[in-house]
Every structure is written in structure tokens, then in C-alpha cells.
């Protein structure tokens, strides 16, 4: 099975546990999420998240997703099984810095795995590099405020 990535890092003057405020609050993501609004849900194992994703040059789509993965004040993942040969996941990091303890390297991204999955990070990818980097540079912004 063939995986695709893209993702963006970006240094976020500010603790985890405020970085980790944003993305717990899911209703409060339209106030600093370019990409993704309208989440409803639960952060939890398994737990359903419902979302509209809006990438510039894509078609909005409203998306349910499970939440794969999850860390208090360090990441959340959710997958979707987009149809056959087609998984997404989308994932929000957040890593401490030692040496500057109100600091952290925040990251998101996508992973694209399945022949189909693959074909569309392909025909995509300018418009998901303008995504992850829109919503690094939001977050970013939102963190810092």
C-alpha cells in the first residue's frame, strides 16, 4: 500500500496547554481554522468527529471522521475511510521546547494511504500545501494572541 504525506511545522510562542485550548475546543476551530469548521463531536478513542473541509481549489465536503489517536497537550489524529482504496488521516502536533518551556513545534498534516489515496495527494498537492500551510500559520496566530 502506497502512503503520501504533507505536513507543516511551525515554532508557536506559547505553552501546550494553551495550544492544546484550540484544539480541544472543536465548536471554537471556525474562530482559527481555515480548513476545517463546523467540527462536532468528541475527542476521544474511536470518538466520531463531524467537519466541513474547505480546501481552496477542492470542492467543500462535509466529512464524518474517527478520532484514531489522541494525547492531551500533544496531538490528535483521525482517520476517514474515504471509499475503496482511499484512507486519509489529519493530524495536529504539539512538542514542547526544553530549552524554551513557553515554546513549542506545532505540526499538521495529512497522510493519504491506497492507490486511490495516493492519485489524489498527486493530482492535490498544491492545494494541500496551501492548506497545512494555512492552518500552521492560523494556529500559529490563534496560539500567539
Same mark, same amino acid.
Given at each position: 500500500?502506497?502512503?503520501?504525506?504533507?505536513?507543516?511545522?511551525?515554532?508557536?510562542?506559547?505553552?501546550?496547554?494553551?495550544?492544546?485550548?484550540?484544539?480541544?475546543?472543536?465548536?471554537?476551530?471556525?474562530?482559527?481554522?481555515?480548513?476545517?469548521?463546523?467540527?462536532?463531536?468528541?475527542?476521544?478513542?474511536?470518538?466520531?468527529?463531524?467537519?466541513?473541509?474547505? @480546501?481552496?481549489? &477542492?470542492? $467543500?465536503?462535509?466529512?464524518?471522521?474517527? +478520532?484514531?489517536?489522541?494525547?492531551?497537550? *500533544?496531538? #490528535?489524529?483521525?482517520?476517514?475511510?474515504?471509499?475503496?482504496?482511499?484512507?486519509?488521516?489529519?493530524?495536529?502536533? @504539539?512538542?514542547? &521546547?526544553? $530549552?524554551?518551556?513557553?515554546?513549542?513545534? +506545532?505540526?499538521?498534516?495529512?497522510?493519504? *494511504?491506497? #492507490?486511490?489515496?495516493?492519485?489524489?495527494?498527486?493530482?492535490?498537492?498544491?492545494?494541500?500545501?496551501?492548506?497545512?500551510?494555512?492552518?500552521?500559520?492560523?494556529?500559529?496566530?490563534?496560539?500567539?494572541?
Amino acid at each position: 500500500m502506497d502512503i503520501a504525506r504533507i505536513e507543516r511545522r511551525i515554532g508557536v510562542r506559547a505553552t501546550p496547554d494553551h495550544i492544546w485550548s484550540l484544539i480541544a475546543d472543536l465548536p471554537g476551530w471556525d474562530r482559527w481554522n481555515p480548513v476545517e469548521t463546523g467540527l462536532e463531536g468528541t475527542i476521544a478513542f474511536g470518538g466520531a468527529i463531524a467537519l466541513t473541509e474547505r @480546501i481552496e481549489g &477542492l470542492p $467543500e465536503r462535509r466529512a464524518v471522521t474517527r +478520532v484514531g489517536d489522541w494525547q492531551p497537550y *500533544s496531538q #490528535l489524529v483521525w482517520a476517514e475511510n474515504r471509499g475503496l482504496w482511499f484512507r486519509s488521516l489529519r493530524y495536529f502536533e @504539539i512538542q514542547p &521546547l526544553d $530549552e524554551a518551556p513557553d515554546s513549542c513545534i +506545532v505540526a499538521n498534516g495529512f497522510i493519504f *494511504s491506497g #492507490l486511490r489515496g495516493e492519485m489524489f495527494f498527486d493530482r492535490n498537492r498544491r492545494q494541500l500545501r496551501h492548506a497545512v500551510d494555512g492552518v500552521a500559520e492560523a494556529w500559529k496566530a490563534a496560539a500567539e494572541a
